[in-house]
Every structure is written in C-alpha cells, then in structure tokens.
C-alpha cells in the first residue's frame, strides 16, 4: 500500500521525495495524475519539494 500524500506539506522532505518518487515510478503516468489522484495541489507539492532542494525532472518522471 503506498504511503498517503495528504500530509506532504508537514512530511519529513527526505521521506516524502522518496513516497513521490517510488509511486511516480510504479503507479502513475506523470506528477499531474498523482497529484489528482491524492487530491493535492501540485504546485504546493513542488514548491515543497523545491524548499528542500529537489525539481521535478519531467523527462525520467521523478524529483531530483
């Protein structure tokens, strides 16, 4: 069962880049589909990301 996303925004970053990365990689098309299917803002899931020093590679779909 993966790992909520409903709390990203008070998530330890480490832990929520490697929830993001893993469900990108094994159960969604792109960041657009797993941010629909969680119900979360996607900006507000990047800008998180991006305070804790990660972007968003579209091309290998995951946050480096």
Known sequence: ???SLTR???????ILLSAVNMQLRDDYA???DLCKA???DEAA????LEDA???YDAAHK???
């Open 1 to 3: 069962m993966p790992i």
């Open 45 to 48: 899931l990047c800008k998180r």
């Open 53 to 55: 020093g990660f972007t």
């Open 8 to 14: 990203y925004a008070t998530m330890d970053p480490y």
């Open 62 to 64: 995951q946050f480096k």
């Open 30 to 32: 792109d960041l657009t």
């Open 38 to 40: 969680h119900e979360i």
